[in-house]
Antibody, heavy 120, light 109 residues
Framework: QVQLQESGPGLVKPSETLSLTCTVS????????WSWIRQPAGKGLEWIGR???????NYNPSLKSRVTMSVDTSKNQFSLKLSSVTAADTAVYYC??????????????WGQGTLVTVSS | SYVLTQPPSVSVAPGQTARITCGGN??????VHWYQQKPGQAPVLVVY???DRPSGIPERFSGSNSGNTATLTISRVEAGDEADYYC????????????FGGGTKLTVL
């Protein structure tokens, strides 16, 4: 059974770059899209973007200018970088497998999530 | 950009049927997916492609989608079903991206 685990700093200073890694276990990272999703405390879910194992990406238009994703198939990992962070980027960040069909996609399974706080 | 609208809250007594709606312009032409999120936990997929259930999800969870409204139906509601529920679609109309509804808090009375 595929499991995902997020890792990275829990505290990032304003204007700096948030960096997170998701490690996939129990299955291969190949031939799937992999997504990042975040959730500010007490609020709803916001999709950040996704990456295919070939390196192809789709990003949320509202975050596109600050987001970079990468994948390391040898380590079964994919990563997120979000630049120029502000307090508004404080959230629980989830990684998830992005399963897809014809003109659609869904997320299953999800990692447990990691809280990232932006503060000086 | 595409918008999904959910009621903030739905309340139901145990044993009754809960219906959570997700509204969007011609949403019936899209595939809708639903997630359950309990406090302090990651979301869990409960319905995908409008009405399919992942393995391990009880048959009490079902979905439908037509016109401008998709619906998640939970039959014989249990206390353990109390959670936030989110609908989700893929918007291929402009920049290809994911859209989530704002979420619905299901309260079991």
């Amino acid at each position: 059974q595929v499991q995902l685990q997020e890792s990275g700093p829990g505290l990032v200073k304003p204007s700096e770059t948030l960096s997170l890694t998701c490690t996939v276990s129990g299955g291969s990272i190949s031939s799937y899209y992999w997504s990042w999703i975040r959730q500010p405390a007490g609020k709803g879910l916001e999709w950040i973007g996704r990456i295919y194992t070939s390196g192809s990406t789709n990003y949320n238009p509202s975050l596109k200018s600050r987001v970079t994703m990468s994948v390391d198939t040898s380590k079964n990992q994919f990563s997120l970088k979000l630049s120029s962070v502000t307090a508004a980027d404080t959230a629980v960040y989830y990684c998830a497998r992005d399963d897809f069909g014809v003109a659609t996609n869904w997320f299953d399974p999800w990692g447990q999530g990691t809280l990232v706080t932006v503060s000086s | 950009s595409y918008v999904l609208t959910q009621p903030p809250s739905v309340s139901v007594a145990p044993g009754q049927t809960a219906r959570i709606t997700c509204g969007g312009n011609n949403i019936g032409s899209k595939s809708v997916h639903w997630y359950q999120q309990k406090p302090g936990q990651a979301p869990v997929l409960v319905v995908y492609d409008d009405s399919d259930r992942p393995s391990g999800i009880p048959e009490r969870f079902s979905g439908s989608n037509s016109g401008n409204t998709a619906t998640l139906t939970i039959s014989r509601v249990e206390a353990g079903d109390e959670a936030d529920y989110y609908c989700q679609v893929w918007d291929s109309s402009s920049d290809h991206h994911v859209v989530f509804g704002g979420g619905t808090k299901l309260t079991v009375l």
